[in-house]
């Protein structure tokens, strides 16, 4: 696998690389297209996208039409796919399968279970747990055929993290979840770094919110950088995993600016002191 950028190695001996471009909300097929081909000439080498963004299918075909374009195989990029909570235990090998069949790439390099809880359950449900042993156990199979060449969770919190790590024959080799300057999640990155698990973040911009936050736009400008980049930067430069996302070629380019640069130590500490807990996105504590 070329790897243009830094990366990150995974518990399993996997190269992923450190920026992919996340894929929620992209939908059509002309504005993935346009969104992967912006993507690949800037340099990303990783796509992330889940059965939930309804999407898959358009991402695979805009990779399969565009790899050549660009002189690259499909070993040249980390593809990662997600099981949606309507799939969570009994429906777990159909979610997999079909995720392999609407991307259509012969496998894929990074499958995660999206969310600890099960679609239709209520949130402290007892069924939780067993639904999502029953999914890592179907995960496990499929890393074994070949057709995962590694496997993760999603908003999982340190409870939930804990009771995988008891129980699972494969442990996970990334944990996806929220995180950015106000949400410094210490306690999952210690359970990551202690355990081997890679940490990778969704979510850095906090939804946009915090672009106008007045730390990070006094950063950028001292850094003549844009604020998206400043946040992005704050979390490669923890050797955190990245996926930024936009429709628009511009901010896709500009996104992947990340590794020409530099934010000081000082600066590093001020944005890291904006950590109070918020989350922007949707919150898996109460998830049995």
């Known amino acids: ?20 471009l996340g894929t929620f909300r992209l939908q059509g ?16 080498r990783a796509f992330d996208t889940a059965a939930v963004y309804r999407n898959e299918a358009h991402l695979g075909h805009a990779l399969r039409c565009l790899l050549p374009k660009h002189g690259l195989s499909r070993e040249d ?20 399968q ?14 995660l279970i999206h969310w ?38 999603s908003n999982y919190t340190v409870e939930h993290m804990q009771e995988l790590l008891k129980s699972c024959k494969v442990p996970p080799a990334v944990l996806q979840v929220e995180f950015h300057p106000k949400l410094l999640q210490n306690d999952l990155r210690g359970l ?27 950063i950028a400008k001292e850094c003549g950088r844009t604020p998206a980049q400043v946040l992005l930067r704050w979390a490669v430069q923890q050797s955190i995993a ?8 511009e901010r896709v380019k500009e996104n992947g ?15 890291s002191a904006l950590d109070c807990g918020e989350k922007f996105c949707w919150d898996p504590t109460q998830v049995s």
């Open 98 to 111: 079909k995720s392999l069949e609407q991307l259509g790439l012969g496998y894929i390099d990074l499958y």
């Open 29 to 44: 097929q002309e504005d993935t297209y346009s969104a992967v081909d912006a993507a690949l000439k800037a340099g990303y």
């Open 192 to 218: 990551c770094k202690i355990r081997g698990v890679c940490f990778q973040a969704y979510s850095s911009l906090g939804t946009g919110l915090l672009l106008s936050n007045p730390v990070v736009l006094e």
């Open 77 to 96: 990029v980390f593809i990662t796919s997600k099981l949606g909570p309507k799939d969570q235990g009994s429906k777990a090998r159909n979610g997999c």
């Open 257 to 271: 600016r990340l590794f020409d640069f530099e934010i000081s130590e000082e600066d590093m500490e001020r944005l």
């Open 116 to 153: 600890p809880g099960t679609q239709g359950l209520p949130v402290g449900d007892k069924r939780n747990p067993e639904n999502r042993a029953q999914s890592w156990r179907v995960l496990e199979e499929f890393y074994s055929e070949g057709k995962f060449r590694a496997i993760g969770v």
């Open 242 to 249: 990245v996926l930024p996302k936009s429709s628009q070629p």
């Open 1 to 20: 696998m070329t790897d243009p950028q830094p990366s990150v190695l995974l518990n399993n001996d996997i190269q992923m690389p450190l920026l992919g």
